[in-house]
C-alpha cells in the first residue's frame, strides 16, 4: 500500500496554480482611496497663455490669481517686440 500522508506533504502544480492566481488579484485590492485623490487633482482650472516663443501653455487659475502683474496695458508694438516679431 501508498503511504498517502507522504502525498499530502508534497507540493504540486495543482496546489501552486490556486495560490498564484490569488496572488495575481491582490493588488486589485485597495486601490479605491486612491482615484479619489486623483480626481481632486485632475478638477482643478487651467487657463491656456501664450509664451514669448509663440508657443501655448496651460496654467492654473490659482496660480494666476497669486501672480504679480508686471505692466497690465501694453500696446501692440511693444507685444510684437515681445513675441520677437518686428514691425
Known sequence: MK??????????????LPILGGTLLLPFFGFAQ??????????EEYETLLKPDGTTVKVKVSTLKRSKIVKKNISNSSFLDWLGNKI
Do not use: G, L, M, W
Open 34 to 43: 486612491a482615484a479619489s485623490e486623483e480626481e481632486d487633482i485632475t478638477n
Open 3 to 16: 503511504d498517502k500522508s507522504k502525498n499530502r506533504n508534497e507540493i504540486s502544480r495543482r496546489r501552486i
